[in-house]
């Protein structure tokens, strides 16, 4: 069943794949190839703007059927129904009343926590990094229906850690 609701003037459906990334115009051959798979993808370039998001399909929706937000998040949490995609690291805005940007060298893990303790989900979360990143990403060996993908082909990644981007697409 393909169950929609509309959020901020946007719609959503199942299948569907939250994409966090400050340089998300980088993967546009990924999400076109999600697209023609006919899966549905919201792109967000940083942290704080895909967690308002969800904070807001969790708040504020009343879906189709009479369900709520939480529901539907709930109902569809599952790989066959929604995935997030995420890099490590990425550049995001300063807090309220600051001006610029800092590198969060977290954005992934804070991402995952949100996820799995703050929203209590269980879907797949794909964490991009670069080969120096991999120390930091250890973390996500803690998470059931993780994975980790470095960037850089050379770097040995232990089997449990593997995945291959159009599988997790």
């Known amino acids: ?3 929609e609701f509309e959020m901020a003037s946007q719609e959503a459906y ?3 794949i939250i994409w966090v990334d400050d340089n998300i115009s980088h993967k546009v051959n990924l999400t076109d190839y ?3 798979l006919g899966i549905d993808i919201h792109t967000f370039t940083s942290t704080v703007d895909s967690k ?3 904070d807001q399909i969790l708040g504020k929706l009343t879906l189709n059927y009479g369900l709520t937000s939480v529901d539907f998040l709930k109902a569809n949490d599952s790989g066959d129904k929604i995935r997030v995609i995420t890099d490590q690291a990425r550049v995001e805005p300063r807090p309220k009343g600051e001006k610029g940007t800092w590198v969060n060298t977290h954005a992934g893990k804070e991402l ?3 996820i ?3 929203l209590g989900l269980k879907l797949p979360i794909l964490i991009y990094t670069g080969e120096v990143g991999i120390i930091i990403t250890r973390y996500i060996k803690n998470f059931d229906n993780a994975v980790l993908k470095c960037l850089e082909d050379s770097t040995p990644l232990e089997d449990s850690m593997e995945c291959r981007t159009r599988q997790m697409i």
Do not use: C, I, Q
């Open 112 to 114: 995952a926590l949100y």
């Open 52 to 54: 308002a998001w969800m």
């Open 116 to 118: 799995r303790y703050d």
């Open 1 to 3: 069943m393909r169950v």
């Open 14 to 16: 199942t299948p569907l």
């Open 34 to 36: 999600a697209k023609g």
